[in-house]
């Protein structure tokens, strides 16, 4: 026998097997008690909350034979028939097509009546997904409605439904399943299967499913099918493709350490694996609310949870709004992009900010006492040495060695050209950075960028690769180059102008290493530090 799904077998018969939903039934069943059946409804709601098996439901209990509960009996030959078979009782998936061509059909077949039982229905599902020419045609035939015709309309977006054809509707709203009512069928269903699961790993997939029962239970069947003997949450979480719940925990210490490091490898690390920005995110903003939760109630979660947010409860309310600001609007920049990895760096930085100088040490581990918590000046500055200081110091020289206005004037010129890369997949996030840059100093080959934050600074170097490829689409050649902050970049020209009145000359030195070989780091080291040095190269 071939295997039926869970969701397939636990799908509700009749309205007493529906999970939720309770004003939509009474209403339902009332009108058919009174035999007030209506001829167009609209049933509305997020996925998986049961508009669907409520329409199936309602198409038989209006012709059951013996209706006078409101519900099916359970025992006429309606009751017992199979919807699939059945000739009055049409459903149409809107979204697998535009639909023109079946509402026509409806409007031929309308005409007619149901060829044997009480009322013809049609289930349209996904009923936004027509096109307009299609609700033109839906809208005709509910202008006319036909005797003992029903038509009922399920939608996952109602604001894409036209205000003619839901003014001649019944709306009905179906709303998300509780945690708890997902969780209770949930465990239902296991006792029926006689399968046992960890109640913390029900409650998971009852969480992950946000409100949708049909979700939660092809979750559950998946995870049934691990045939372990111990199913954990980390499993559930693997098996979504997501990460452990406890490292969603350490991107949030991160953040509000201002841990740039480990921010920056931490997204280096969910990226290369493959993991999913959008959802990571998401679940950071439930940690966060999670928090809110925590500070202003007792004992709402379980224990070890608690204690997880435990840790961050003295971090200040504000912090904790803003932090939940940026990270809506990071989500709302991630499913924009073609760059995910790029902005979610942009993004989680700027997270780090909130936290700079402000609060810091707020983290004091219960086990982790003696851990020290590093400040953030020191991050940026191991993030600094991430890149290649040496050809950093390279780059400044030959910019100045070959440091010339009326190329400055020119490249100036052409910058604004960047603008047209704003709204680019790929570039996006890179021309929002370079927007904010200074061109400082210019040669034919070097370029001195000059930034007013060092996290902006932290994030070029990051990028180079891809902005070096940004320049040379616009300027049709290849520069090198390096940023700086505004101060820095103060110092470095004074010291040009102090050298060049002294007599001192910069001379041009060829970027030849690999920024990756370090068997030549020791000679541009020395090469370096005589220019920067005190002794700097004195030529004639
Ligand atoms: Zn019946």
Redesign the pocket.
């Known amino acids: 026998m071939s295997y039926i799904s869970l969701y397939r077998k636990y799908r509700p018969k009749k309205f007493s097997d529906v999970v939720g939903q309770e004003v939509v039934i009474k209403i339902l069943k009332n009108s058919i008690v009174n035999n007030k059946i209506g001829h167009a409804y609209i049933f509305s709601g997020p996925r998986g909350t049961g508009k669907t098996s409520v329409a199936k439901i309602f198409s038989?209990a209006v012709n059951?034979?013996?209706?006078d509960s409101g519900d099916?009996?359970?025992?006429?030959e309606?009751?017992n028939m199979n919807l699939e078979d059945e000739i009055d009782i049409i459903e149409i998936d809107a979204a697998s097509n535009n639909g023109v061509d079946e509402i026509r059909e409806i409007r031929n077949n309308v005409k007619l009546l149901p060829s044997h039982l009480k009322y013809k229905v049609y289930i349209i599902d996904e009923v936004h997904m027509l096109s307009t020419s299609a609700f033109n045609a839906l809208l005709k035939t509910l202008e006319e409605p036909p005797q003992n015709i029903i038509f009922i309309l399920a939608t996952t977006e109602f604001n894409k439904i036209p205000a003619t054809v839901v003014s001649r509707c019944q709306k009905f709203d179906f709303k998300k399943l509780t945690k708890k009512q997902i969780f209770d069928r949930l465990n239902y269903i296991l006792e029926n299967e006689k399968r046992n699961l960890n109640s913390d790993v029900v409650d998971l997939i009852a969480q992950i499913s946000d409100g949708g029962l049909r979700d939660a239970i092809n979750l559950l069947d998946q995870v049934l099918s691990l045939e372990k003997k111990e199913i954990s949450k980390d499993d559930v979480y693997s098996l979504i493709g997501d990460l452990s719940e406890d490292r969603i925990f350490d991107l949030l210490k991160y953040i509000v350490n201002s841990d740039i490091k480990s921010v920056l490898s931490f997204i280096d690390d969910v990226y290369n694996n493959g993991k999913n920005l959008v959802n990571i995110c998401e679940r950071l903003q439930i940690i966060i609310r999670n928090i809110i939760i925590y500070n202003n109630t007792n004992g709402y979660f379980d224990e070890t949870y608690e204690k997880k947010l435990q840790e961050f409860s003295k971090i200040n309310i504000n912090n904790i709004l803003e932090l939940s600001n940026e990270l809506f609007n990071l989500i709302n920049n991630l499913r924009k992009t073609n760059n995910q990895k790029v902005i979610m760096e942009i993004y989680c930085l700027k997270m780090s900010l909130i936290f700079d100088n402000k609060e810091k040490n707020i983290i004091t581990e219960e086990n982790e006492n003696d851990k020290k918590i590093i400040t953030s000046k020191d991050d940026k500055k191991e993030a600094e040495d991430n890149i290649n200081d040496e050809i950093k110091k390279i780059r400044i020289n030959n910019s100045l060695a070959g440091a010339n206005k009326q190329l400055k004037s020119e490249f100036v010129n052409k910058y604004k050209e960047i603008n047209e890369y704003v709204s680019n997949k790929e570039y996006n996030s890179i021309a929002n950075l370079l927007l904010k840059a200074v061109p400082e100093i210019v040669s034919d080959k070097n370029i001195i960028f000059s930034f007013k934050n060092n996290f902006d600074v932290i994030l070029f170097d990051k990028n180079e690769e891809l902005i070096q490829k940004l320049l040379e689409k616009i300027y049709n050649k290849k520069y090198l180059v390096v940023a700086l902050t505004s101060d820095d970049c103060e110092k470095i020209k004074k010291e040009y102008i102090n050298n060049i009145k002294k007599g001192i000359k910069y001379e041009y030195i060829e970027e030849k290493a690999s920024k990756k070989k370090k068997k030549s780091k020791d000679k541009l080291e020395e090469t370096a530090e005589d220019i920067f040095g005190d002794e700097i190269i004195k030529v004639d």
């Open positions: 038989k059951c034979l013996s209706n099916l009996c359970g025992k006429c309606i009751c």
